[in-house]
């Protein structure tokens, strides 16, 4: 081959694998073993592992429970024949059950590699990204009614402790000034929480950062909270890049998520919290196409969410807590959503897990 053929076959190779890597249907290649030699960025999504983890690993290992799956793999290759299914439910190993559209066609070409060409596309995903865009939307009109409720609060609300404090300095009576003193407390406490409502300042102050560093300033925050006595284990993959992000924002928003679990466990010393991060090709958000995004777990053991209220955590004012304001996961949920990000909830007895993704392949503001 000469040097001009092969430096254009290298560009067509490079430029094909890249067409792959764009692909929202996840593409799978295993050899006549069953054990993976290729797969695009939409199945590493899919199956929340990446290129380097599953190279050489057996479709097996893929996926816990793996009968039926294995079972379709043996007969495509025995067979000779493709196979589709619909809605295969596979779990993966995280322990999450996902549903996908799965087509397997032996590979035959010129090559004596043989083996087979594994089609995937997640069902729950395509729901999820119209599910995330309408909640996108309605979370977006409830805050913005919210915002304005607050406002209108605000204001008179000044005029009323304005007014108990001139009325306190008038008093004849000593007595009579702890009533201007209820006034002005609970007006203190309502402007406290309307400011609540009103959320973080609108503007970001974004600067490129270690998303790493805000989830161990987190961590030690809670530690130190609990006097040492909750297990918070980290689990990050340090190929992350650097994203652009406000500090403190993220730090409010990981932080809400991270007290939450530590206020659902029994007792701090039974609070086991894991925060993993890990990058993600190709991810929807609303109606955006990602390249890189990335996804931190937020994973605790806790008695988990109540399923009745599941669907509606993330709206203002919802809260199980008896002493709660129900604002923190909205709170967060509004945060992440400036950085033109999502957060999701997935919650089991014993397993609940908020999962925060960020774009990292754009400027958000
Ligand atoms: N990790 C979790 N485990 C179990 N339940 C949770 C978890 N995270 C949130 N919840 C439930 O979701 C509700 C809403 O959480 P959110 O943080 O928005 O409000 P809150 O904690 O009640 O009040 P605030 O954060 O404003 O003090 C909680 O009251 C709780 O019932
Ligand atoms: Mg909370």
Redesign the pocket.
């Known amino acids: 081959m000469n040097r001009a053929f092969r430096a254009k076959h290298e560009t067509r190779m490079k430029h094909n694998l890249d067409i792959l890597d764009n692909l929202c249907a996840g593409i799978m290649v295993l050899d006549k073993a069953l054990c993976v030699t290729a797969l695009n960025a939409s199945a590493q999504a899919l199956l929340e592992t990446s290129e380097s983890r599953c190279i050489g690993l057996h479709a097996r290992k893929l996926v816990l429970h793996s009968k039926e799956w294995l079972a379709d793999l043996e007969q495509v290759l025995a067979n000779n024949s493709p196979l589709a299914r619909r809605s295969m439910s596979l779990v993966l190993l995280s322990g999450q059950d996902i549903h996908v559209d799965l087509i397997i066609t032996p590979l035959t070409g010129n090559s004596d590699e043989t083996g087979l060409l594994v089609e995937l596309q997640g069902v729950d995903r395509l729901l999820k990204i119209s599910r995330d865009e309408n909640l996108l939307h309605a979370q977006e009109t409830t805050r913005a009614a919210i915002r304005g409720l607050a406002h209108e609060i605000k204001n008179p609300l000044g005029g009323v402790r304005g007014a108990a404090q001139l009325l306190a300095r008038e008093l004849p009576d000593e007595h009579l000034a702890e009533y201007t003193r209820v006034i002005i407390r609970e007006a203190d406490r309502l402007r406290d929480l309307v400011d609540?409502l009103l959320g973080p300042n609108q503007q970001l102050n974004l600067q490129q950062l270690n998303i790493h560093e805000i989830l161990e300033h987190v961590r030690n925050l809670i530690v130190a909270e609990t006097g040492n006595r909750a297990t918070i284990t980290g689990d990050y993959d340090p190929s992350l890049p650097e994203l652009p992000g406000d500090r403190t924002q993220l730090t409010q928003a990981v932080l809400?998520?991270m007290?939450?679990?530590l206020?659902?466990a029994e007792t701090p010393d039974s609070c086991k919290i894991t925060l993993r991060s890990r990058p993600q090709r190709q991810f929807t958000i609303g109606n955006k196409r990602h390249r890189l995004v990335c996804k931190i777990d937020i994973i605790?053991n806790?008695?988990?969410?109540?399923e009745e209220?599941l669907h509606a955590?993330?709206a203002p004012m919802?809260?199980?807590?008896p002493?709660?304001?129900?604002?923190?996961?909205?709170?967060?949920q509004s945060i992440i959503n400036r950085h033109g990000g999502l957060v999701e909830?997935e919650?089991n007895p014993g397993h609940?897990r908020?999962t925060i993704y960020l774009p990292m392949d754009e400027q958000n503001a």
């Open positions: 609540r809400n998520i007290r939450n679990a206020q659902a605790d806790g008695p988990g969410v109540p209220m955590i993330f919802v809260t199980g807590r002493d709660g304001t129900g604002l923190g996961l909205s709170i967060a909830c919650s609940t908020f």
